[in-house]
């Protein structure tokens, strides 16, 4: 939280550091506070924007300098039982190829269910579990759609 209210003086040091130059920094150097870092970490300035770009540059290049070889990969990528041959995979499918939708068959809930009215199917369904009321509906849905039966199911 005293971050936040640190903020603003922080970026107007950092300002006045480019705008006077790097031979003023000791003037603006905030004053040292207690704290629990190590006191070589308490003293010195905190580097400025240029000095951690030049930091960086120097680490790139000993990175780059360095003989680092990657790693080798588990499988060789060329490697035929690879998923990335360059082919599509053959996919097995079933009906026309324009059939994109899901067909579910229903059978009757119980024997001799088509026949039944609608009077008798709300009747049996009041004392039934929820899966048959669930049967009841789809079998309905996909057939009769009888409105009283619909919302004996629901």
């Known amino acids: 939280m005293t971050f936040l209210f640190r903020l603003p003086f922080l970026l107007l040091e950092q300002l006045l550091r480019r705008l006077l130059g790097r031979e003023d920094q000791e003037r603006f150097a905030p ?10 970490s308490a003293t010195a300035p905190p ?19 360095s003989d680092l070889t990657p790693p080798t990969p588990l499988r060789p990528i060329g490697d035929p039982g690879h998923l990335d041959d360059g082919g599509d995979p053959l996919v097995e499918s ?12 229903v059978e009757e809930p119980w024997d001799g269910y088509a026949q039944q009215s609608a009077v008798a199917i709300v009747a049996r369904l009041r004392g039934a579990d929820p ?9 309905e849905r996909g057939h009769k759609q009888r409105a009283t039966v619909l919302r004996a199911t629901g």
Not at 54 to 65: D, F, G, P, S, Y
Not at 94 to 105: N, R, S
Not at 131 to 139: N, Q
């Open 31 to 40: 004053t040292a506070q207690p704290s629990t870092e190590p006191a070589s």
């Open 47 to 65: 580097p400025t924007a240029d000095e951690a770009i030049e930091r960086r540059v120097v680490r790139e290049a000993e990175a780059a300098a």
């Open 94 to 105: 079933f009906g026309p190829a324009d059939d994109v939708g899901a067909t579910i068959t």
């Open 131 to 139: 899966a048959t009321k669930a049967v009841v509906a789809l079998y």
